[in-house]
């Protein structure tokens, strides 16, 4: 089984709809460790991939990620514009025009390698990198199971991301706005590993 253009364009309307349904919650979580900017940026930002696929949905699952992309970085400013963006974009080309359970594997990792490169950050710094990498291990091993199929690597995905986001609350920030708090980001759930975990557990319902 893979998934379609369209597919993939039902699943970024879907996020979209969750990004906007959490807006507050991200934005007060950004506002105890950060600058509060982080739900209104995301809002903006999938809101403005709505209107885009609204306008046409291009034709192969990696185009639409890679419009998804386009747009991230285009109209969202702060850190999660340019990081969500370079997941999509790396995402988009490991993925092409066929997205079987084997490319929506390749597209996590390599939207992972995306944002650690684009951000330095490491497990443990209290980013969104620490609900992806947990994420991607977790898709991988599922991916190795019996029958895997989209839905069941994305649930896999969705599941270990929401523990990896858990596990910020206890960190000590290291990278972003929140590392200058130093010990004082502790007890605080990191807004981009909470919107990395949102945004994984859309897409797997939206494969559901
Ligand atoms: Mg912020």
């Excluded at 997205?99 to 929506?104: E, F, K, P, Q």
């Excluded at 010990?183 to 919107?195: C, I, N, Q, V």
């Amino acid at each position: 089984m893979s998934c379609t253009a369209s597919g993939v364009a039902d699943a970024l309307r879907a996020a979209a709809a969750v990004v906007a349904e959490h807006r507050v919650e991200l934005i007060e979580l950004d506002r105890a460790i950060g600058d509060g900017d982080h739900g209104e940026n995301m809002n903006r930002g999938f809101t403005a991939i709505v209107s885009a696929l609204d306008t046409a949905v291009p034709e192969t699952p990696g185009a639409v990620l890679k419009l998804a992309a386009t747009t991230l970085i285009s109209k969202v400013g702060g850190a999660a514009g340019p990081l969500y963006g370079t997941a999509f974009l790396r995402a988009s080309t490991a993925v092409g025009s066929e997205l079987d359970t084997a490319a929506v594997v390749a597209g996590l990792r390599a939207a992972l390698e995306g944002v650690q490169a684009r951000g330095k950050a490491v497990e443990g710094d209290k980013t969104m990198v620490d609900a992806l990498i947990p994420a991607v291990a977790a898709a991988e091993q599922a991916a190795g199971t019996e029958g895997a199929d989209i839905a069941a690597v994305l649930s896999a995905a969705a599941d270990a991301a929401a523990k990896g986001a858990e596990s910020t609350v206890d960190l000590v920030a290291r990278k972003g706005r929140a590392s200058y708090l130093g010990e004082r980001s502790a007890g605080h759930l990191d807004p981009g590993a909470r919107s990395t975990a949102l945004l994984l557990g859309s897409f797997a319902r939206a494969a559901r």
